[in-house]
């Protein structure tokens, strides 16, 4: 296998590889692989294994073979202080081991049992976030069946689905993250299988990843998010030089953060959401009380003044009431109506 050579203009050059595999295909959002693209940025093996695990579209056979991908093609490296553990001197090794590790998972989660149950929560796209079915089924496969059958023919937005094989005797769990149609796309466990320091070592080393986002820009993320999924940029963790530095010490996956701000049933909220990479630059026409976050963007960008944005803020609340009160009288008004409607 021939590898092209690329130095960086870093005051040390570190080397990258390129490889047959496009990790750019794994990205949950298209705006940060352009620009990653764009600026001619690489990835080294651990980097490339992170975002690859992170695909909210590739199944888990996918993800198993961009990982043995590169343990063969890229150059095997050290992490030192690889979260807060013994130093890996082979990350290819380290790799194996998790592709091993989320095998006996997937295994023991098909597995049936008679002391164990599966049990579905649903997840939509949109405001709607999540909604766990009572239903207790004796195989995965009832599980899912049963919930896409649930789901036929309505209007609930199915995003993904998780799937929990709960074990009677105690509070043990093997979880899988599945598709609509029926591919699993990540496995997660409680005290089930034993574990070594490697097993979960995709979630717990943090790496940086360029983004093209700057303060004040209106965003969005490619699953729905838990707060709506609409968001402005208040600041990213990459943007303070030392706070990220430290981070490669003793950080991990859920520190590569954005600081953000929401509307949430009329009022606007700062909150963290994790993993930044996964951030889109939101390009639709937002509708409602999600209305104030275009004015607060045009405000953290020096186009509005702050008396611009509380007169937009109190037109848009003045606006909904006045919406609100005419769909009140609207069904006033078919009620009366009754059979006079037929």
Same mark, same amino acid.
């Given at each position: /296998?021939?590898?092209?050579?690329?130095?960086?203009?870093?005051?040390?050059?570190?080397?990258?590889?390129?490889?047959? /595999?496009?990790?750019?295909?794994f990205?949950?959002?298209?705006?940060?692989? @352009?620009?990653?693209?764009?600026?001619g940025?690489?990835?080294n093996a651990?980097?490339?294994?992170? /975002?690859?695990?992170?695909?909210?579209?590739?199944?888990?056979?996918?993800? &198993?073979?961009?990982?043995r991908?590169?343990?063969? @093609?890229?150059?095997?490296?050290?992490?030192?202080?690889?979260?807060? &553990?013994?130093?890996?001197?082979?990350?290819?090794?380290?790799?194996?081991?998790?592709?091993?590790?989320?095998?006996?998972?997937?295994?023991?989660?098909?597995?049936?049992?008679?002391?164990?149950?599966?049990?579905?929560?649903?997840?939509?796209?949109?405001?709607?976030?999540?909604?766990?079915?009572? *239903? +207790?089924?004796?195989?995965?496969?009832?599980?899912?069946?049963?919930?896409?059958?649930?789901?036929?023919?309505?209007? &609930?937005?199915?995003?993904?689905?998780?799937?929990?094989?709960?074990?009677?005797?105690n509070?043990?769990?093997?979880?899988?993250?599945?598709?609509?149609?029926?591919?699993?796309?990540?496995?997660?466990?409680?005290?089930? =299988?034993?574990?070594?320091?490697?097993?979960?070592?995709?979630?717990?080393?943090?790496?940086?990843?360029?983004?093209?986002?700057? #303060?004040?820009? =209106?965003? *969005?993320?490619?699953?729905?998010?838990?707060?709506?999924?609409?968001?402005?940029?208040?600041?990213?963790?990459?943007?303070?030089?030392?706070?990220?530095? #430290?981070?490669?010490?003793?950080?991990?996956?859920?520190?590569?953060?954005?600081?953000?701000?929401? *509307?949430?049933?009329?009022?606007?909220?700062?909150?963290? /959401?994790?993993?930044?990479?996964?951030?889109?630059?939101?390009? #639709?026409e937002?509708?409602?009380?999600?209305?104030?976050l275009?004015?607060?963007?045009?405000?953290?960008?020096?186009?509005?003044?702050?008396?611009? +944005?509380?007169?937009?803020?109190?037109y =848009?609340?003045?606006n909904?009431?006045?919406?609100?009160?005419?769909?009140?009288?609207?069904?006033?008004?078919? @009620?009366? +109506?009754?059979?006079?409607?037929?």
């Open positions: /296998m021939l590898y092209k050579k690329i130095l960086t203009t870093a005051t040390v050059a570190k080397p990258f590889y390129l490889s047959c /595999m496009n990790i750019y295909d990205f949950n959002s298209p705006d940060v692989a @352009e620009y990653c693209q764009s600026i940025h690489t990835f651990l980097e490339s294994a992170v /975002m690859a695990s992170q695909s909210n579209a590739r199944t888990l056979a996918e993800k &198993h073979e961009a990982y991908t590169i343990i063969a @093609e890229y150059p095997d490296m050290e992490i030192p202080e690889a979260f807060n &553990h013994e130093h890996i001197k082979s990350f290819s090794k380290a790799l194996e081991d998790v592709i091993e590790f989320e095998r006996q998972l997937l295994e023991k989660f098909l597995l049936p049992e008679q002391n164990a149950i599966y049990q579905v929560t649903a997840y939509y796209t949109g405001e709607r976030e999540s909604y766990e079915h009572s *239903e +207790l089924f004796s195989t995965y496969k009832k599980a899912y069946e049963n919930t896409m059958e649930w789901h036929e023919g309505d209007d &609930h937005n199915l995003a993904y689905m998780r799937i929990n094989k709960r074990y009677l005797n509070k043990n769990y093997v979880s899988a993250k599945i598709s609509k149609a029926g591919e699993i796309l990540k496995v997660d466990q409680c005290n089930v =299988l034993p574990q070594s320091e490697n097993s979960y070592l995709l979630e717990h080393c943090y790496i940086d990843v360029p983004v093209p986002f700057k #303060r004040g820009d =209106l965003v *969005e993320e490619d699953n729905g998010g838990y707060m709506g999924g609409v968001y402005v940029i208040q600041n990213i963790i990459r943007d303070n030089p030392k706070q990220n530095t #430290r981070l490669f010490r003793d950080g991990d996956i859920s520190d590569m953060t954005a600081w953000v701000f929401y *509307e949430h049933n009329g009022s606007v909220e700062c909150e963290c /959401m994790h993993f930044y990479p996964d951030l889109r630059y939101c390009r #639709r937002l509708e409602g009380k999600k209305r104030i275009k004015y607060i963007s045009h405000y953290m960008q020096d186009k509005f003044c702050l008396c611009a +944005l509380f007169k937009a803020q109190e =848009l609340l003045l909904e009431k006045i919406s609100g009160l005419k769909k009140s009288q609207l069904k006033y008004q078919l @009620e009366q +109506l009754g059979d006079g409607l037929i």
